[in-house]
């Protein structure tokens, strides 16, 4: 089994010392810094599995850190995790559109950390209407790109494009929660002339046609929607 490195950026030292001693309990391979500059250069060292990053650092934020490791093609693939404090709601929303994958709110258990973490190590990579030819299944429903159709419980759904399109690309990444910004410029396209509650509007209508389903379609309050994987 793979022992994933975990690169640990955390200002406070008592956080930083229980955070570490959790996670090598738990067989990862870890290195903790205490400020932004230093977490680039080691990320950028070490290339880790994944980055616990807290979003209060002195100097450097976590916000920069977490946009310069997502711009860098050596380090976009690194996974993120942000650690923000209670409340800071428009820091969420800014790391998760900078390509952050989840995030944790102070303070967290941890039993919390490590289930985080291990969800985001098991997500694949983003997809992003990749032109694969194999229909997508997740639980009962059945998504087939190629013919453009989706079966639920094997009975057809009737989607409009735009339904289809952010459907397969929330199942294509389950888990994984997008803001309504993100998913406007990946399922409608940046230069659709909308506003961000239109996604609003297109996730009730896939919703009401999923029926007793609709719950695959999970809202994140204050931040936007993922996909919930039933098989996990």
Do not use: W
């Not at 983003?126 to 299944?137: D, H, K, M, N, T």
Request: glycine letters at 6%; charged letters at 30%.
């Amino acid at each position: 089994m793979k022992s994933h490195n975990v690169v640990i950026v955390e200002d406070e030292a008592d956080i930083r010392e229980v955070i570490e001693y959790n996670l090598k309990r738990e067989g990862y391979r870890t290195a903790a810094v205490a400020d932004g500059e230093r977490a680039l250069q080691l990320v950028r060292e070490s290339l880790p599995d994944l980055v616990l990053l807290d979003l209060m650092l002195p100097g450097l934020d976590g916000l920069e850190v977490c946009q310069r490791l997502k711009a860098d093609s050596e380090t976009r693939h690194v996974r993120v995790i942000m650690v923000t404090a209670k409340g800071e709601e428009r820091d969420i929303l800014m790391g998760l559109d900078l390509g952050a994958d989840d995030y944790l709110t102070k303070p967290f258990s941890p039993k919390e950390l490590l289930g985080r973490i291990r969800a985001v190590l098991r997500r694949g990579p983003l997809q992003e209407g990749q032109a694969s030819a194999q229909p997508l299944v997740r639980g009962p429903m059945l998504i087939d790109r190629e013919r453009h159709q989706v079966q639920l419980d094997r009975r057809p759904v009737d989607l409009t494009a735009t339904e289809f399109r952010l459907l397969h690309f929330l199942a294509n990444n389950p888990g994984r929660v997008f803001t309504r910004d993100q998913l406007l410029s990946r399922v409608i396209g940046e230069n659709a002339s909308v506003v961000d509650r239109n996604i609003d509007v297109h996730v009730r209508a896939v919703r009401k046609k999923l029926g007793e389903h609709r719950d695959l379609i999970h809202t994140v309050r204050g931040v936007g929607y993922c996909f919930r994987n039933p098989a996990a």
